[in-house]
């Protein structure tokens, strides 16, 4: 296997604009959410990097749950099917939901993934993910907050994978058209 260094085109978001990202984010919801009874749910698996750092640097108490549904497969085109994996294990009636999702890319997830938490009954709903492609969209999602739009590149790292490989990478970066063509 060839380095990874060499499967990617370039860095997008680094480390360091990542971490200073994070703490902004987590400031904001500990502001918008003081007093309230929080859940974070976090969109598995990509999510998990950026829920482990966000739910981290966030002050108020919070829970977690977590949510496994599936759009892309190994492919790297999304396909708008959406299957629930794994639900929460909480009820979010009445609760204020918050869900942490690693990227926007047509919105066909988190549009029906809001849609579906509203249904539940939670007392509100909210998305905040760290990248968003607007050049991607299909479908308009109420994002509550973004980290950063990013061109419409296929991008790895931070919870990101392509074919399940590239999770781990610190930061956000684009992967080499050579590796999946
Ligand atoms: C990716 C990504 C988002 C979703 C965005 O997840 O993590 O959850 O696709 O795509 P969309 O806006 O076009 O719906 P994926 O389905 O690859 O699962 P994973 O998180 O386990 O990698
Ligand atoms: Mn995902
Ligand atoms: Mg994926």
Redesign the pocket.
């Known amino acids: 296997l060839s380095k990874v260094s060499d499967q990617i085109t370039k860095v997008l978001v680094t480390e360091e604009q990542i971490n200073e990202k994070v703490a902004e984010l987590a400031a904001e919801l500990d502001k918008k959410y003081a007093d309230k009874d929080v859940l974070l749910v976090g ?4 999510a998990v990097m950026f829920m482990a750092d966000l739910s981290r640097a966030m002050q108020i108490p919070v829970q977690m749950d977590w949510m496994a549904v ?3 497969g190994s492919g790297t085109v ?1 396909s708008g099917v959406v299957r629930i994996l794994k639900d929460l294990d909480a009820d979010v009636l009445g609760r204020h939901v918050v869900i942490v ?10 549009s029906w993934l809001v849609g579906n938490l509203e249904a539940r009954g939670a007392a509100s709903v909210e998305v905040v993910a760290l990248l968003r492609k607007p050049a991607a969209a299909k479908v308009e999602v109420n994002v509550g907050l973004v980290g950063f739009d990013i061109p419409n590149e296929f991008v790895v790292g931070y919870g ?2 392509y074919a399940e490989r590239y999770r781990t990478l610190k930061g956000v970066a684009v992967l080499s058209p050579a590796v999946y063509s």
Not at 43 to 46: F, I, M, P, S, T
Not at 101 to 110: A, M, Q, R, V
């Open positions: 969109v598995l698996k990509g599936s759009s892309y999304s999702e690693d990227i926007i890319d047509s919105g066909l997830t988190l990101l994978d």
